[in-house]
């Protein structure tokens, strides 16, 4: 409603506007004389028609009232008395905007002269304004009136049969119009309660009527628009409201109910079945299934799954039962296998202190060598070892081969000793020096020789390389295949730098002009023990106290 009278007070403005940039209008105002007195009035009556076929004016009730500087009065509407210049001009209404500071005034009551064919209401909301050209000279004067009477009782008359009236009060107290006129007013007790609000909008309780007051003040004007509700019957509407409410309140619940229990049983009547199915294989019964021609959407694929699990999960226990009587029959194999070196290592110290006894160094020192070999292979719970233990063990085994081809090759080691607590696979060097011993110098004269390098690369890389100048990688490889039984020392190497390092470990043979060249690179890992002093200082002082105590006694 307060957007209405808004909306109504600007078609006010609008119409000033139009009327003061309509040149004709001007012309005629400035100079009435251009035409005869009936064709100025033809000219702006059709000006005012216009206006009222507008777009914005349609089914308003706007009357226009003009007036020029010579005498002359133009209207939109059949007057309710004959119209005088002079006594208009001479009215107080338009001796104040002539004589006014402000470009425009309002007039809430303005006397209504409108024919009574055309308006019954007794006032006008009008505003008077003076009407001006670019250069700011008044021509003439414009006053636009709107008969909100007669709007406000039709557009709130559905208001007033349902029981509810609207107010435009002033401050003070008087009732401007009312939708219904046969309505009780408004108490002046009431009135003085919404004018003391500073609040522009709000509600109170009119104790005398029983009635809610709604109001809103529209400044401009300095009214209060009023709704006024019984209290009887806005109780009933929000009972009504209330059991309406209440009514789709249950009814959503019960329905949302129904449907929850439907949806709930779908669900967890699969679920219960998926529970004992699932309580059977916890009891170690992975033969069992759920039927999955009963289901659609999400619970079959979750029976699918279910059921694809028990048969993963059964076929990977037979794969563990199996693996493990496989492992138990390897260990056996181990166990067993472990006796034969055992008895080796007790046969070559035997060999050793008979070869010593008899004056046959050669032959003990390939015992103590052989020995070694033997007493690093028993130790199964070491995969790397240093690479000064590997050397050793290296030069164990060299000793052996030269004893048994009378030193036919050479064997040289280039590596800083800083190197020596660098971490290698155990037997990785040995198979190597192996492999270039019985392949490259199969057919080989001259001097045979093989060079062993260890080096620390720029990637922090722990590079070792064994090169020979035997006959070549491939002439080896082709006499070796005529061997009953392939080696397997290469193959070997490889697959256990790939077991301990994976990617990071590599083992490569490069073809020499003269011999092979093979490089394993592996990451580089530095492993230096701890110093013992002071236990060795410890244990040296015990020992020499034993050693007094000895010759003492």
Same mark, same amino acid.
């Given at each position: 409603m307060h957007r209405t009278v808004q909306d109504h007070i600007s078609i006010a403005f609008k119409t000033l506007i139009f009327l003061e940039q309509d040149s004709l209008v001007k012309s005629i105002l400035d100079n009435p004389?251009?035409?005869?007195?009936?064709?100025?009035k033809a000219l702006i009556e059709e000006k005012f028609l216009n206006l009222n076929n507008s777009f914005f004016l349609y089914n308003s009730n706007v009357y226009f009232t003009v007036l020029d500087f010579h005498g002359n009065v133009y209207t939109s509407y059949p007057s309710r008395r004959s119209l005088n210049y002079e006594e208009i001009m001479a009215s107080p209404r338009f001796r104040e905007i002539r004589t006014s500071k402000t470009p425009i005034v309002w007039v809430p009551s303005d006397e209504n002269?409108?024919?009574?064919?055309?308006?019954?209401?007794?006032y006008l909301l009008s505003v008077y304004a003076l009407l001006r050209d670019h250069n700011n000279a008044v021509y003439g004067i414009?006053?636009?009136?709107i008969d909100y009477a007669y709007w406000f009782q039709t557009f709130l008359k559905p208001a007033s049969d349902l029981g509810q009236d609207y107010f435009i009060v002033t401050r003070s107290g008087e009732v401007v119009t009312q939708s219904n006129p046969q309505a009780q007013a408004v108490t002046a007790k009431a009135i003085? $309660?919404?004018? /003391?609000?500073?609040?522009a909008e709000g509600y109170t309780v009119d104790a005398a009527s029983g009635a809610l007051l709604n109001y809103s003040y529209i400044e401009s004007l300095d009214w209060y628009i009023v709704n006024r509700i019984p209290l009887p019957i806005l109780f009933n509407e929000i009972e009504?409201?209330?059991? $309406?409410?209440? /009514?789709?309140f249950f009814l959503l619940a019960g329905a949302f109910i129904l449907v929850a229990f439907l949806i709930a049983?779908?669900?967890?009547r699969p679920l219960s079945q998926l529970q004992i199915k699932m309580r059977q294989a916890a009891h170690s019964n992975l033969k069992v299934r759920i039927p999955e021609q009963k289901y659609k959407g999400e619970i079959l694929e979750l029976t699918r799954t279910f059921n694809t699990m028990l048969v993963d999960m059964d076929e990977l226990i037979q794969r563990l039962w199996a693996e493990e009587r496989q492992k138990d029959a390897v260990r056996f194999q181990m166990l067993l296998a472990q006796m034969n070196p055992h008895f080796l290592l007790n046969t070559m110290n035997t060999m050793k202190w008979i070869a010593l006894r008899r004056d046959c160094e050669d032959?003990?020192?390939m015992c103590v060598s052989l020995g070694r070999l033997l007493e690093m292979s028993l130790n199964t719970?070491?995969?790397?070892?240093?690479l000064k233990e590997e050397i050793m063990l290296t030069q164990a085994f060299v000793f052996i081969q030269q004893t048994r081809y009378k030193d036919r090759f050479d064997i040289r080691y280039e590596y800083d000793t800083r190197l020596d607590y660098a971490l290698v696979p155990k037997f990785s060097l040995q198979p190597l020096v192996e492999n270039a011993i019985q392949h490259a110098f199969l057919e080989a004269t001259g001097d045979q020789r093989v060079t062993i390098r260890v080096s620390e690369t720029e990637r922090r890389m722990l590079q070792i390389e064994v090169e020979d100048n035997g006959i070549g990688f491939d002439k080896a490889r082709e006499l070796q295949s005529k061997r009953k039984r392939p080696g397997i020392g290469l193959t070997n190497i490889r697959e256990r730098l790939k077991l301990l390092f994976k990617e990071q470990g590599s083992l490569d043979i490069v073809e020499l002009e003269q011999g092979t060249l093979i490089r394993m690179v592996i990451p580089y890992l530095l492993s230096i023990p701890y110093a013992v002093e002071t236990s060795n200082s410890i244990q040296t002082e015990a020992n020499r106290d034993v050693e007094s105590t000895a010759g003492g006694g």
């Open positions: 004389a251009r035409f005869n007195p009936l064709e100025n002269n409108v024919s009574r064919d055309l308006s019954k209401s007794p414009a006053r636009i009136s003085k $309660q919404i004018a /003391s609000d500073p609040e009504v409201l209330k059991r $309406q409410y209440f /009514s789709m049983h779908t669900i967890t032959i003990a020192d719970d070491v995969d790397l070892i240093h």
